[in-house]
């Protein structure tokens, strides 16, 4: 993830929306002289979700979920 960083405009931003699994390891160089940052959230910035919507909007992309009782989550696995 941390080669994202070069990648970004001078004065860009990497959210990172999660906890990822691995540590971040990064160059410091692209960060600092570049002016760029990163940026850590849970769920992403009140203007990420606007922007998210109005994508979906945009795209006419609809949700699709799934209801599941409790007792069966132990069950259940992602493909």
């Known amino acids: 993830m941390g080669s994202l960083v070069s990648g ?9 929306v999660g906890v990822p699994q691995d540590q971040i390891q990064l160059n410091a160089f692209p960060l600092v002289f570049g002016g760029r ?8 910035t009140p203007i990420d979700g606007e922007d998210t919507l109005a994508f979906s909007v945009l795209e006419d992309i609809r949700r699709w979920s799934r209801q599941f009782l409790s007792n069966r989550l132990p069950m259940l696995t992602l493909a």
Do not use: D, H, Q
């Open 8 to 16: 970004l405009a001078a004065r860009g931003k990497l959210i990172v």
């Open 37 to 44: 940052s990163i940026y850590g959230s849970l769920t992403g």
